[in-house]
């Protein structure tokens, strides 16, 4: 069988540890979801309103999701990079850091109401 990218002995490393790192992400979110859920049911049963156990799960769900795109395009360079370093390929993963950077910007503006290059001073909540 022809072998993809380097190899350390018999395994392919740079292929393995990309498809490793995908598993790590779709886990991460996977996980954020749950917990998001969670921690909005415990805020929710502990007296809060539903506008403050929105503002908590989005706050949960919005930082691991982004955890989750930060290692899909990690992933996706490791693979680009050093298996098909072709013009379409170099060009599909321009186009997918794209949209997953605006993707990442609008989690950031909906969980915490300012774009992600703005400073706040404190951080924002439901009632304000």
């Known amino acids: 069988m022809k072998s993809i990218g380097p190899t350390v002995g018999g395994w392919e490393v740079a292929h393995d540890v990309s ?7 779709v886990a991460v979110i996977a996980v954020t979801v749950v ?11 502990a007296g809060g309103d ?11 769900f919005s930082r691991g999701v982004l955890l989750g795109l930060d290692l899909l395009i990690a992933a996706d360079i490791i693979r ?3 298996l098909e370093p072709t013009l379409e390929n170099v060009a599909a993963l321009g186009l997918l850091v794209i949209v997953r950077t605006f993707l990442s ?7 915490e109401g300012r774009w992600p290059w ?9 009632t304000e």
Do not use: G, Y
Not at 19 to 25: C, G, K, L, V
Not at 118 to 126: C, G, I, L, Y
């Open 50 to 60: 539903a506008a403050k156990s929105l503002w908590v799960f989005k706050q949960a």
């Open 19 to 25: 498809q490793w790192i995908e598993i790590a992400a």
């Open 35 to 45: 917990v998001a859920i969670v921690v909005m049911a415990r805020c929710a049963f």
């Open 118 to 126: 703005q400073r706040s001073s404190e951080p924002v909540s439901p």
């Open 80 to 82: 680009t990079v050093t």
């Open 105 to 111: 910007w609008a989690l950031v503006l909906e969980a």
